[in-house]
Each structure stands twice: as C-alpha cells, then as structure tokens.
C-alpha cells in the first residue's frame, strides 16, 4: 500500500516568517501526491496536488509544495504565514485499494501554530 | 453551488445502538466516499459508493455499511455502536475517485458513543 508520514505533530512559526510543513511518501509507480488542511471543527480543504510536470506546485491561499522524488518528500510551504493559516494540514497520497480501485490515504497531521 | 452537506452535525448516541449518517455530495460529483477520523488523527479510509455499489472498503469491521441511492446522495450505518466508535465522520465526494482532481469534504458529523 501507498502512504505518506508527517513526522512532525506540531509546527510553530512566527507570522510574516516562511513556513514549511514537511511529508515523505513511499510509493511504487508515479506518485499522486495532495495537501489538506483541516480548520477546527470543519471538514477538509483540498489545498494543492501533485501528478506530474513541474517540482513546484502552486495552490490555494498562497501555498505551494515541492515534489522532491530522490528525497521522496513533497515539502508543503509558504513565503510569509499569515495568523489564520493556523489550522491542521494533511499530506495524502493516491492509494489503490480492493478490486484496484483508487483511493486517497492521509498522513497523520501536522498542526501549524502561527504565532503573532 | 451547494458543496458538500452531512447530517446531523452531532450525534450522541449509547453503546450496542445504531447510527445512520447521510450526506449529498456536490452536484455534479457522482463518487462518496467516507472517512473516520479520530480525535489527534488523519482520516481513516471506511468505504467508497460509486453507481449504488460499495466499490472499495477499508479496513473496519462489518458493523460500517452504506448505501448510495440515484441521486448520488448516501448513509453510513453502524450498528452495535462501541466506545471507540466515537469520531468525525467525514463524507467525501469526488468524480471518480477524487486522485485527479481531489475530494470535496462535508464538515463532518461528531458521533460520540457513551
């Protein structure tokens, strides 16, 4: 199976700083590779994606992600972290589950505190 | 255009009970999909409906069924409810199976079991 590893619970960054929420995938074939993000008590937004092309992914509010395929990591990050960027972000992969449909699997989460 | 809606919001609900949890996908999505995610943890695969049919399952015991009716719209039914039951409940809807052009997310329904 597919998955991805978030090996840090918690990120603090002061805002105005840049922000870089790390994720590392094991994977066999291309990797499809996303970025969530959770705010408290909601549902998930889809933040950006990574099938092919290039190694830099932009997506929304200003986010972006690097595919790094010899470090097998896709680095979630920001130039300057804004306050209400604070909130949980889920890295996910293309999985294929039973009867070889697909499916997306998440990381554990990394919640990102920025500080004023 | 509606997003995606899950109902109710939260549900409390006794050990040995059952739950049904709905949710309508976006318009236009014609794939659901349904994850649970426990307090501190990712979204856990449960199951996928695509055309009325459970096309994939994840790793939970076959208390977790569903249902996708015509108009794309589908349940999620546990039955004899456990403690650790308790969780965010998360519908996903997508066309197809969301890895191209990723998921829509409800907000979720809390289900808490005591």
């Known amino acids: 199976a597919q998955s991805v590893a978030q090996p840090e619970d918690q990120v603090n960054v002061a805002e105005g700083n840049p922000l870089t929420v790390k994720c590392t995938y094991s994977?066999?074939?291309?990797?499809?590779l996303f970025w969530y993000v959770q705010y408290p008590n909601r549902g998930l937004q889809f933040l950006l994606k990574?099938?092919?092309?290039?190694?830099l992914v932009k997506g929304s509010y200003g986010f972006e992600a690097e595919f790094n395929k010899s470090q097998t990591s896709f680095h979630l990050k920001k130039p300057s972290a804004l306050v209400s960027d604070s909130a949980l972000y889920f890295c996910?992969?293309?999985?294929?589950?039973?009867?070889?449909?697909?499916?997306?699997?998440f990381g554990t989460g990394t919640k990102l505190q920025v500080i004023p | 255009d509606a997003g995606v809606t899950q109902s109710p919001t939260h549900l409390i609900k006794t050990r040995g009970q059952q739950v049904t949890l709905r949710c309508s996908p976006k318009?236009?999505?014609?794939?659901v999909s349904w994850y649970q995610q426990a307090l501190g943890q990712g979204p856990q695969f449960i199951f996928q409906?695509?055309?009325?049919?459970?096309?994939q399952r994840g790793n939970f015991p076959d208390r977790f069924s569903g249902h996708q009716f015509p108009n794309y719209s589908s349940e999620l039914n546990v039955n004899a409810l456990l403690l650790g039951d308790s969780a965010l409940y998360l519908c996903?809807?997508?066309?197809?199976?969301?890895?191209?052009?990723?998921?829509?997310f409800g907000s979720g329904t809390r289900l808490t079991v005591v």
């Open positions: 994977v066999s074939g291309n990797p499809y």
């Open positions: 996903a809807s997508s066309l197809g199976s969301g890895t191209a052009s990723g998921y829509t």
């Open positions: 996910a992969v293309r999985d294929i589950g039973s009867g070889g449909y697909q499916k997306v699997t």
């Open positions: 318009s236009g999505h014609d794939t």
């Open positions: 409906y695509y055309e009325e049919e459970e096309r």
């Open positions: 990574y099938i092919t092309g290039d190694n």
